[in-house]
């Protein structure tokens, strides 16, 4: 852990931070590891995981549908995994999710929740290519938890810049408009100002509540100000 916290405090680039990662799954015998922010429908990460399998992973949007996600998102507790076991039922889709994840190279592994408010779901797996990865016991657990709080801790301070992500951002448009609205004006008011029709206003914080996947624009405001896109 000490090592591990030691390695954080010295990451300046992505090499540095996969480095950390890939040794702290090394410690605890496990090939890869993949840390994943979810806010709405930005998701960010970073991961050593096998490309081709990441490259279907992204390209399908399998997080929807990704059972070890969904059981993080329901527990919110650490626990082993495996091709045949999560901690929630699973559909037949999941079930063969799982067995396209272990022909892809990820077939065994331990996830960690890490708590970060509500719709915003982060967490750190370590996985192998083996179903037969040895579980993680509750004093292990307990360790890698307290790791991934850490990490989470670093990535929301100064790291952030550093994952992966959605090569999306909001148009000067959508910005403009969206900055009048964390500023309080109304749609009305905002077409005024930036000389816009009413329609055209209401076309902007439609498209950003669905890029953000955002409740309703006020949602949009706190995701997009957190993730530094106004």
């Known amino acids: 852990m000490i090592e591990f916290l ?9 090499s540095d931070l996969s480095a950390a990662l890939k040794a702290l799954a090394g410690d605890l015998g496990f ?45 919110r507790k650490p626990f082993n995994w495996d091709q045949n076991t999560v901690p ?33 779901n982060v967490m750190l797996t370590l996985a192998s290519p083996f179903g037969a990865a040895g579980k993680l016991g509750d004093r292990e657990l307990s360790f890698l938890r307290d790791a991934a709080n850490c990490l989470h801790g670093h990535v929301r301070g100064r790291l952030r810049h550093l994952l992966h992500g959605p090569d999306y ?21 905002i077409a005024s100002i930036l000389d816009l029709k009413y329609d055209s206003v209401q076309f902007h914080l439609r498209s950003i509540r669905r890029k953000l996947g955002a409740m309703n624009i006020q949602h949009a405001v706190g995701i997009a100000t957190s993730h530094g896109l106004i």
């Open 31 to 75: 090939d890869h590891f993949c840390y994943i922010d979810c806010y709405g429908s930005d998701i960010r990460g970073l991961s050593n995981y096998p490309k081709d399998w990441q490259d279907v992973y992204l390209t399908r949007e399998l997080v929807v549908l990704d059972p070890v996600v969904k059981s993080a998102q329901a527990i």
């Open 88 to 120: 929630l039922p699973m559909s037949q889709r999941q079930v063969a999710f799982m067995e396209e994840a272990a022909e892809g190279g990820i077939a065994a592994g331990v996830t960690i929740p890490i708590p970060a408010g509500y719709r915003h």
């Open 169 to 189: 951002r909001l148009t000067p448009s959508e910005c403009r408009v969206l900055i009048w609205v964390r500023h309080g004006f109304p749609a009305n008011e």
């Open 6 to 14: 030691e390695r954080l405090e010295i990451v300046q680039k992505q």
